[in-house]
């Protein structure tokens, strides 16, 4: 009987080191070829298996497949589809396993983050019940770094690294501008309802004076009447203010200061718009000149400074996610686990993906200064291993070489289609 094949599917958010995480899936399933067959890819994630729209990663050359570890992006196509419960529409899941009987498959592998957990314990759960058993392992990756029972995320610490050089290069372009020109420069990152991100800024800041002058924390109640006092008396002590804002900074009533009213495909509220606001604060009610930017797609795309330890534990964490599953293991995820020593050191563990779906890993309020705008020294502790390492890509004529892949399609064997 031939070796049952895998399926592997990213998902959500792509970062600058998924692709790290899909060589380590590939490299792995390639050197255990006998226990396993091909590794399929799902085109565009979960819904290239609802489409039957599988890519055969067996047609692409060991070179590039290695070249992953340097592409940022998702190779083969992400999206942001959850999976209804099952007692809403069992019509997914059934179809999920019509493709994968039809295609031997006995692997799958999600790489994703909160929401990719649920689907990957949902799959686990129900392919059971349905009668095609099929081992389910997740594959941590979120740039938010909000999951349970992983000391960091991969795809954290490149974007926590692109963060703090970013406040540091454009701090020192305002302060030498600033006597004369823009007073207060706000730079927007990413995090709905946990602050790791706009934190990272912090390590920019190693002495009195150095910016960001002020973080704001989706954990910390925004005031307008603290936020403009502290933005005027940064201004007359220092010059200038830079100030770096989670996307997901709350009023005290836990109102997003930046909700658009719309919400995207897994429901949630989709932000924007939270720099400029702030910046009308500050030219309202002090008259300073401002600029502002949203790092936006820019800092999880950021592959040409990525940081080392990140590359290295997202191709960990698919290369355990494999073995795992060669160990029989089920519905669990590769976590990364601290060392205990003052130097940083860290191994891969084990974490059920029972107690990770549908939870949230907040900044620890130890994590955040009394006056709520900066970091602690535990906080820069934890932080700073996690940007150490340049894993530059390769360039050529001045640009950074990507891989490409051929993305050559599997032929389907079933007759339905299906619609998503």
């Known amino acids: 009987m031939p070796a049952k094949n895998a399926f592997y599917a990213q998902s959500g958010g792509v970062t600058a080191v998924i692709n790290a ?6 490299e792995t399933a390639r050197a255990h070829r006998g226990k396993i ?64 009987k039809a295609h031997n498959i006995g692997y799958f592998f999600y790489n994703g983050g909160g929401d990719s957990a649920d689907t990957c314990l949902k799959v686990s759960q129900l392919s059971e019940s349905m009668g095609y058993p ?35 290069e454009a701090a020192l372009d305002v302060a030498s501008m600033c006597a004369t020109s823009t007073k207060v420069f706000i730079l927007e990152v990413m995090g709905r309802h946990a602050g790791w991100i706009a934190a990272a800024a912090g390590l920019a800041a190693e002495q009195d004076g150095d910016a960001p002058h002020m973080i704001l924390f989706p954990e910390v109640a925004f005031d307008r009447k603290r936020f403009l006092a502290r933005v ?53 009610e002090l008259g300073y ?3 502002w930017a949203v790092a936006d797609y820019l800092q999880r795309s950021a592959r040409h400074i990525a ?68 970091i602690t020294k535990k906080a820069r502790d934890y932080l700073a291993p996690l940007i150490v390492g340049e894993a530059y890509p390769q360039y050529r004529k001045g640009l950074p070489v990507y891989t490409r892949l051929k993305l050559v399609a599997v032929p389907r064997k079933l007759k339905t289609a299906f619609k998503v």
């Not at 995480?21 to 590939?26: E, H, L, R, T």
Request: aromatic letters at 6%; glycine letters at 10%.
């Open 21 to 26: 995480s899909a060589c380590g899936v590939i």
């Open 307 to 374: 940081s080392q330890t990140d590359v290295d534990q997202a191709y960990a964490v698919g290369k355990a996610a494999v073995e795992f599953a060669l160990q029989g293991k089920n519905a669990v995820m590769p976590a990364i686990q601290r060392g205990k020593g003052k130097r940083y050191s860290w191994h891969i563990g084990e974490a059920p993906l029972q107690n990770v779906a549908n939870r949230e890993r907040k900044m620890p309020r130890d994590f955040i200064s009394r006056d709520g705008f900066a």
């Open 289 to 291: 000149k401002y600029h």
């Open 134 to 168: 099929l081992q389910a392992i997740h594959i941590p990756k979120t740039i938010d770094n909000d999951l349970p029972l992983t000391d960091t995320c991969p795809g954290f610490g490149s974007v926590a690294k692109y963060v703090a050089i970013s406040t540091r």
């Open 37 to 100: 067959g091909k590794v399929y890819a799902g085109r565009n994630g979960i819904i290239g298996a609802l489409r039957e729209d599988l890519i055969d990663t067996s047609k692409e050359s060991k070179t590039a497949i290695h070249g992953l570890l340097s592409t940022p992006a998702g190779a083969f196509g992400s999206c942001r589809h959850k999976l209804k419960n099952p007692q809403e529409n069992r019509a997914e899941y059934e179809r999920l396993i019509e493709v994968f």
């Open 232 to 284: 005027q008396r940064t201004v007359k002590r220092h010059g200038y203010c830079v100030i770096v804002a989670s996307e997901g900074t709350q009023d005290a009533e836990g109102r997003f200061l930046s909700e658009s009213g719309l919400t995207d495909a897994f429901g949630h509220s989709q932000l924007g718009g939270l720099a400029p606001a702030l910046a009308d604060m500050v030219k309202s």
